[in-house]
């Protein structure tokens, strides 16, 4: 009975670099977000999406980042063109297609940690 | 989203209960409120939810006034594997926008 599992869980990337992070919910969850963390912080909503379909990109920056979630594989957070102030933990979570209880419950990932040089 | 106010941080002993009020002045009807667990280098976890009064499970305790214009997270014989940041949320899932808002949270530290 696995949990989120996101890889890879450390990435570095030169400025310029391209970063891609997967998310691969828990089985039978057809709800992912992503969040970002930074050193000290909380988490800060970034997207929320269900298979095929983006529901709320609002938290998302305008330029270089951009999140799939395809019929078939995980989730994907793609930067592009990586600056300094993109190093975080790039938190996945995900629910099941009906919430359980009042309101539901997230189901966080480990996190995936990106360093830009 | 209602916004939440929690004290930064705070410090216990082994064995002392551990109380963090989150204050959310301008909740709405439908919201709910949500406390979530996080250690150095792991994702969140929740602990536990409730709407009004008390709810409690085998981690916490979770009391919430009349008002519900604030709420107390208790946890009881804290051990030194509890050092970790808690956050208080307010809202509602499924809700327009789904912007569950983690604020800075409160960093517990347990001590020996």
């Known amino acids: 009975n696995a949990g989120v599992m996101q890889n890879p869980r450390h990435l570095v990337r030169r400025r310029g670099q391209e970063a891609r992070l997967r998310c691969s919910p828990m089985?039978?969850?057809?709800?992912v977000y992503w969040y970002r963390q930074l050193p000290e912080e909380g988490l800060k909503f970034m997207v929320y999406l269900q298979k095929e379909n983006i529901i709320d990109e609002s938290g998302m920056p305008k330029e270089r980042f951009s999140a799939e979630f395809p019929k078939e594989g995980p989730s994907i957070l793609r930067i592009q063109q990586v600056v300094r102030g993109d190093s975080a933990a790039y938190f996945c979570?995900?629910?099941?297609?009906?919430?359980?209880?009042?309101?539901?419950?997230?189901?966080f990932g480990e996190g995936s940690r990106l360093t830009v040089l | 989203l209602a916004k939440t106010t929690q004290p930064i941080s705070m410090d216990s002993y082994e064995g002392q209960e551990v109380n963090i009020t989150c204050s959310h002045n301008n909740i709405a009807t439908n919201d709910y409120i949500t406390w979530y667990q996080q250690f150095p280098s792991q994702g969140p976890r929740f602990i536990i939810q409730?709407?009004?009064t008390k709810v409690t499970n085998e981690v916490a305790s979770l009391f919430i006034p009349a008002d519900r214009k604030s709420s107390t997270l208790s946890l009881p014989r804290v051990s030194l594997s509890d050092t970790a940041v808690y956050y208080c949320l307010v809202g509602v899932l499924r809700a327009a926008g789904n912007k569950l808002t983690f604020g800075g949270g409160t960093r517990v530290l347990v001590k020996p």
């Open positions: 089985k039978g969850h057809s709800h």
């Open positions: 979570a995900s629910s099941p297609p009906e919430p359980e209880g009042p309101t539901g419950e997230l189901f």
């Open positions: 409730g709407y009004k």
